[in-house]
């Protein structure tokens, strides 16, 4: 079983609606989740982190952690083309600050 | 966010020579840098963990003695690939953590794209 899971995709969503990424872990006592998109042939930039349970708002974007469930997803308001791209998500499973878990990522395709 | 600065963007070079990377943390020191590479249209793989100050460790099946790894300063790791060939054409990403919230954020270098020709 892989520390982190993701639905490889591709999702495809219209232009204007929302994009829902999951992403699942496996340890339990993972304290810190982050969000990443990654752009064809450019690097992984942070989009958000989250730590506590319920709900982040940064924008468009949402994350929501239940941690209960070891899931953690990012939702994606009035999606754009520009938001075509491959997401990763990230944990930190909290014994050590400097070990992170990555997902296989979703590739989201939102089309015009 | 913390600022990765990675460099060169791109490079060819000759298969048989080497090429080196640089990956410096422009805003906070870094103690821990990571590297990965990409092939194309495949997930990150993690090929070290850089510690300044100390010896690399490398994941099982990376060659320490091919992927050299300095981290001499607390901004600045760099990797150095030895004896290139064709096959280690790739996007390779270097990445640091910076503390943030109740632990560190992994934030990430521009990447470097090298072709062995």
């Known amino acids: 079983q892989k520390e982190v899971e993701q639905n490889s995709g591709p999702l495809s969503v219209p232009e204007g609606a929302i994009a829902s990424l999951n992403c699942t872990y496996s340890?339990?006592?993972?304290?810190?989740f982050f969000w990443y998109r990654q752009y064809s042939g450019k690097s992984p930039e942070l989009i958000m982190s989250?730590?506590?349970?319920g709900d982040k708002e940064d924008g468009r974007f949402t994350a929501q952690l239940n941690k209960a469930s070891q899931y953690v997803s990012l939702l994606i308001r009035d999606s754009q083309p520009s938001d075509s791209a491959t997401y990763l998500c990230?944990?930190?499973?909290?014994?050590?600050?400097?070990?992170?878990?990555f997902g296989s990522g979703t590739k989201l395709n939102v089309k015009p | 966010g913390a600022v990765v600065s990675q460099h060169p963007s791109w490079v060819i070079c000759k298969s048989g020579t080497s090429v080196k990377i640089e990956c410096r943390s422009l805003?906070?020191?870094?103690?821990?840098m990571f590297w990965y590479r990409q092939f194309p249209k495949q997930s990150l793989m993690l090929m070290a963990t850089?510690?300044?100050?100390?010896?690399?460790?490398?994941e099982q099946g990376v060659e320490k003695d091919k992927f050299l790894i300095n981290h001499a300063s607390l901004t600045l790791s760099t990797l150095t690939v030895t004896s290139a060939h064709p096959e280690d054409s790739s996007f390779y990403i270097c990445?640091?953590?910076?503390?943030?919230?109740?632990?560190?954020?992994?934030?990430f270098g521009e990447g470097s794209w090298l072709t062995v020709v």
């Open positions: 990445s640091a953590t910076a503390q943030t919230g109740p632990g560190n954020t992994i934030y």
């Open positions: 340890d339990r006592v993972s304290q810190s």
């Open positions: 989250i730590y506590s349970n």
């Open positions: 990230a944990v930190n499973p909290g014994y050590n600050f400097n070990k992170f878990y």
């Open positions: 805003d906070f020191q870094a103690t821990t």
């Open positions: 850089s510690n300044e100050g100390s010896k690399a460790t490398y």
